[in-house]
């Protein structure tokens, strides 16, 4: 009998990547499983979906609201307006089973999936769960969780799924990813013998780090370090001119919007300094790459929570937002950038988090909730 899955989740790449993966992982244990997306049309899911090939689905956005005000007063009726259409979008379907993994559609999608008596799982992604999957796992006995101490009931520790594009990186011998870091060097327009540093603000990207490394490049050029800067879609790096005083300036600083292929992004680099998204640091972690964490300063705290496990035990550094500055680069990357050996003993200890298997972890989970329909 085959299988019918509605995955719900969109926005960024945070929510959309795992559930990517897990819907690979799905079809690779059965061909004939039915995936439908359920998202919205402004997410990045409405490019990403179809692109991969699974069927999307999009309903109202439905922001929750983290304090009392306007917004707060529309929610009943914007969110009874999406729970309209996901019960749509579940009957269309023919769902067994509805997989949300947080964000605007989730909620919707759990209370459609209720109301149709369909089963549900829970794919929490961070250490403080958010309001919609708060939700989510209390209709439900299958939950899921990246890390073990995520406070939510019936959780099961499954870590983060990751596409196979990431999760291979860590079955790399040391001669496969000696080449193929030259491979993705060319390919991205870098010198394949230079030190390399990753900047990225994820899918969305980050002003502040499209601030500083664009002000910082001259003297990360000048100590012979390339830049491979992921700005995020629609964001601009204003690159600065290096002083006519004969150093060396050779060395490339390539900045692109987006990139899908973010395995090629973490062979060609040496260094990482980003966002502290779940997804950014267990792909790091099972990348082998030692990173600067700089957390979003705003929010409920939870992108320093997912990094302080790594950066406790030696496999990173955490900067606030406000100290991620070109004298901060000057005065701790580019030292960090010229030992070798510190950044080989960070890497070692990044690899400790990983859960290699996390897909395959997550669809058992969900194969036993849509059984479940039928005991």
């Known amino acids: ?3 019918s899955v509605l995955l719900a989740g969109g926005g960024t790449a945070g929510h959309v990547s795992p559930l990517l993966a897990l819907a690979d992982c799905l079809r690779r244990r059965d061909p004939a499983t039915r995936i439908t997306v359920l998202g919205t049309t402004e997410g990045l899911e ?14 109202p956005k439905v922001p929750m609201p983290r304090r009392p005000g306007p917004a707060l007063v529309r929610l009943p009726g914007r969110l009874s307006s999406a729970v309209r ?9 023919e769902a067994d089973v509805v997989v949300g993994f947080g964000g605007y559609v989730a909620a919707p999608a759990y209370l459609a999936a209720r109301r149709r008596g369909v089963p ?14 708060r939700l989510g796992a209390r209709l439900t006995r299958f939950v899921a969780t990246t890390f073990a101490d995520t406070q939510l009931p019936h959780a099961v520790h499954t870590g983060m799924p990751l596409r196979q594009q990431i999760s291979s990186l860590a079955g790399l011998s040391g001669a496969e990813r000696a080449e193929r870091r030259a491979a993705a060097r ?8 230079r030190q390399t540093l990753l900047v990225t603000g994820g899918s969305s990207g980050a002003q502040r780090l499209n601030e500083t490394f664009g002000a910082a490049a001259p003297e990360l050029r000048a100590a012979g370090v390339q830049v491979l800067h992921v700005s995020g879609l ?15 300036v050779g060395a490339p600083y390539v900045v692109l919007p987006y990139l899908d292929r973010m395995d090629e992004a973490y062979l060609a680099a040496d260094l990482v300094v980003c966002r502290s998204g779940a997804n950014t640091v267990c792909e790091l972690a099972t990348a082998g790459l030692p990173a600067a964490y700089v ?21 990173g550094l955490l900067v606030d937002d406000a100290g991620c500055t070109p004298a901060w680069v000057r005065e701790v990357l580019l030292p960090l950038l010229a030992d070798s050996a510190a950044l080989a003993s960070m890497a070692q200890v990044a690899t400790r988090f990983v859960v290699p298997d996390a897909d395959e972890r997550l669809a058992d989970l969900v194969l036993a909730a849509a059984a479940s329909r039928q005991s």
């Open 1 to 3: 009998m085959t299988t």
């Open 46 to 59: 409405a490019r990403l979906v179809p692109a991969h090939g699974y069927e999307l689905l999009t309903i």
């Open 85 to 93: 259409a996901a019960s749509d979008a579940v009957r269309t379907s």
């Open 120 to 133: 549900i799982a829970v794919h929490e992604q961070n250490p403080l769960p958010g309001v919609a999957n």
């Open 186 to 193: 060319a390919e991205l327009g870098l010198d394949p013998d």
């Open 234 to 248: 629609g964001k601009h790096v204003h690159v600065e001119s290096a002083p006519d005083d004969g150093r060396d």
């Open 295 to 315: 957390p979003l300063p705003i929010g409920n705290g939870e992108q320093r929570l997912n990094a302080e496990p790594v950066v406790a035990a030696g496999g």
